[in-house]
């Protein structure tokens, strides 16, 4: 089993920044890729950056690019979302998940492993 502790949630006005960090504990070798989520009320949950372990792949949602950057600290058994330019309608719940199958399919699908997610909320 792997652990996920999200943290680094909280308002912010539009334009401005956070750094979500989600910490891994557990079993966590074998670990291919960690995604962070969010999910709003009443919406679907949607994918948001996902990070192969290493490094080597990334990926972003289209409303995310250019604006949020995924990284991890291998040492740390930790991965983080820096978001900036945040807009009202970054606002959710956001969930950090890991998955131990291959890139790309570890984040394609229902990923394995999951935080409790921690809220992120942008007034404009």
């Known amino acids: 089993q792997v652990q996920l502790v999200e943290s680094g949630g909280g308002s912010v006005q539009a334009g401005g920044s956070l750094k979500l960090s989600c910490v891994a504990s557990g079993y966590t070798y074998g670990t291919r890729c960690t995604g962070w989520f969010r999910q709003a009320p009443g919406k679907v949950r949607e994918r948001v950056a996902a990070?192969?372990?290493?490094?080597?792949?990334?990926s972003y949602a289209d409303s995310v690019a250019g604006r949020f950057t995924i990284s991890q600290d291998s040492a740390k058994d930790t991965v983080y979302l820096q978001m900036n330019s945040l807009k009202p309608e970054d606002s959710a719940m956001y969930y950090c998940?890991?998955?131990?199958?291959?890139?790309?399919?570890?984040?394609?699908?229902?990923?394995?492993?999951w935080g409790q997610g921690t809220q992120v909320t942008v007034s404009s």
């Open positions: 990070i192969s372990t290493g490094g080597r792949y990334t």
């Open positions: 998940a890991a998955d131990k199958r291959t890139w790309p399919v570890c984040f394609q699908t229902t990923m394995a492993y």
